[in-house]
């Protein structure tokens, strides 16, 4: 029993050896192959684990019913699915137009760079090994041969090192500027750009609810964005390239079977580590969409100071900012939390565990001799060690890179989110597509009919309304059919309670809101001019504020000199204005230099200079004299500019000659205007109020006088 035993052993051992044998005579063969697949395992793992991944249902569901109320108040869950890489590539079609772009060259020189850097590395890594060998076998004519070639390696390696990070600003740079563009083309528009497909930037703030600040989008997110996609290249490519590279050159060293079975262990770790990795990419797209809702409730405070500070609102306003900022810092302690834990995590895995990993793999060729390794001195194995410690390095160090892409990956769809919804938003609001939260009434079944329906726009030298719809951008229906006609030269006084649709007419006319039904004939945007009571007033000098938006070069190719100006400014009476500032070229901050009055004066000059077909006059007189307010309503008569005015000032009675009269309750009037019987029956009007505004307290009196 015994010697059977003895020889099954025998025939085992004499198995092994046969299997070692054959196995050391095809080695680089096995190696190449080991290799091989290596490499198809690396650029496989590294597809699989940022390929897309199928979006999430509710996430799907909530970009098809983008209308719903709750779907937007809930703020989007970002990952990187399928729904992140086709918003990514729709947008690197834009940084990336063509590859003869400047944009594509720069990233193929910025491809060189990094290869360079790459092949520097492993140089230098060989080069460790020799300088410490050297130092072992105390041969000095060796070491400073090498220390020379440390030095001179140095001069190309910076380089290369500041190349590559000036590219990678130069492409954050580059793709910002291509975003930047597009934006404010779309944002903007065209001068003569009209109709449902112009005024973008007032349609999103107005009749659109999915962007909050758009102002932030554009400055801030676009620039992160860059930022970011212009590092994740480098961050994402380079180390697979490195991770490659240096395993190669490793595996050469010490066996492509230790090399594999490194690959085992560290996949496995690498797999719990993917496993607990936070999602940032939602943490990111929070922190700017709350960072932004600061941001606005400190603007809203600086843009209506004024108001705040007669109303005695400081507590309730820094009530409202405190709110917003401890809704930050909540997020930003909870982000900095699972930061913190994860960062354990994730150095106890990269760098102390996969570090064991690695001096195991550097020991192999110490004490196991390699099939087909030569026998080595001291100073062979040190260098061997050495060499191969710092490619293990630098190979461990490009695997966490790949791992911390993926964080970079995750950073850059929350930013891909915030872009992308700033553009589909523009593309939307240009169609005509709003998201806005309606009113309880829009459901009703007649008010749902008129809101799904779209009336007819054409252009015409009159204003005419053919049973056309008020309709408010949250759904509430104002007036259901308004109809009138008014020709050039006929003003029209526009009066009633506040909210009936005074002002929605104006938008309407201007292109700015959406016509429901009906037919509206009226000349183009450009032949109107508007001035509200709180005039706009825009950057630059005094001569701006009356030109604007036309720049001095159109102004003198309209023929127009300051001489001009100066006797449009004694119409409005400002003519000391000019002097009283320093002349036109003047540049100040005009809305804080002006009273109200004057202010109001300047959108008037503003009017006769540009002398439209049509002006619309929302409460446009209400800061002004009566005195004044006659001279500039009659200039306007004698350049032949149709007045369409909203005012509750009688003394503007006389200058217009129809009247669209609102009651509020959905229902108007327009008929011919007689500004004597009106006024005459406005007095009547008056006079009776005041009587039976003492009723009551004669009733009381005589009350009194009976109990006598």
Known sequence: MAALSTSRIKEFLELLDGISKHYAAHRPLIQRILNISFILYVLGTTYKGFSARPAPKGQLKRNKDAGNEEGMRRPPRVAVDALFYQRLRHILRIVIPGIKSKEAL?????????????????????????????????????????????????????????????????????????????????????????????????????????????????????????????AIYSNLAKPVLDVILYNYQLSQNVGAEGLIGLTILVQLSAALLRSLTPNFGSYTALSAQLAGALRHSHSRLAEFSEEIAFMRGEETEKMLIEREFATVILHERRVLRRRWWFGCVEEGIVKWL?????????????????????????????????????????????????????????????????????????????????????????????????????????????????????????????????????????????????????????????????????????????????????????????????????????????????????????????????????????????????????????AWARLFYHNPKYAILDEATSLVPLEMEGRMMEHATKLGITLLTVSHRPSLWKYHAMILHYDGQGGYVFTKLDAEKRLALQTEKQALEAKLADVPRMKARLAELKGF
């Open 106 to 230: 720069m990233l193929i020189m910025h491809s060189s760079l990094l290869i360079a850097r790459t092949a520097i590395s492993l140089y230098v890594a060989a080069l460790d090994g020799k300088i410490v060998a050297s130092l072992v076998r105390a041969k000095p004519l060796e070491f400073a041969y090498n220390i020379i070639r440390w030095l001179l390696v140095a001069i190309p390696a910076t380089w290369t090192n500041s190349w590559l990070s000036y590219i990678q600003s130069k492409l954050a740079i580059a793709y910002r500027t291509r975003l930047t563009d597009l934006v404010m083309r779309e944002y903007l528009g065209g001068k003569n750009e009209a109709g449902p497909e112009g005024k973008v930037y007032y349609k999103i703030s107005n009749l659109d609810d999915r962007i909050k600040n758009p102002d932030q989008m554009i400055t801030h997110d676009i620039q992160r964005f860059s930022a970011s996609l212009a």
């Open 354 to 602: 996969w570090g064991s990993f690695g001096l195991v793999l550097c020991a192999i060729p110490v004490f196991f001799k390699l099939p087909g390794a030569d026998n080595i001195d001291l100073g062979g194995r040190t260098e061997g060690f050495v060499t191969n410690r710092r490619l293990l390095l630098s190979s461990s160090d490009a695997f966490g890179r790949v791992m911390y892409s993926y964080k970079d990956l995750s950073e850059l769809a929350g930013y891909t989110a915030r872009v992308s919804a700033l553009l589909e938003t523009m593309e939307d609001v240009k169609k005509g597509k709003f998201t806005k939260t309606l009113v309880s009434s829009a459901s009703t079944e007649d008010n749902a009919k008129i809101l799904q329906g779209r009336g007819e726009v054409f252009i015409s030298e009159d204003i005419q309304f053919e049973n056309v719809p008020i309709v408010t951008p949250n759904g509430d229906i104002l007036v259901r059919s308004l109809s009138f006609k008014i020709q050039p030269g006929q003003h029209l006084l526009i009066v009633g309670p506040n909210g009936c649709g005074k002002s929605s007419l104006f938008r309407i006319l201007g292109g700015l809101w959406p016509v429901y039904g009906g037919v509206v004939r009226k000349p183009p945007a450009s032949s109107f001019v508007l001035i509200p009571q709180r005039p706009y007033l825009t950057i630059g000098t005094l001569r701006d504020q009356v030109i604007y938006p036309h720049s001095q070069r159109e102004m003198i190719a309209r023929g127009i000199t300051d001489d001009d100006l100066f006797k449009i400014f004694q119409v409005v009476q400002m003519e000391n204005v000019v002097e009283r500032e320093g002349g036109w070229d003047t540049v100040r901050e005009w809305r804080d230099a002006l009273s109200g009055g004057d202010k109001q004066k300047i």
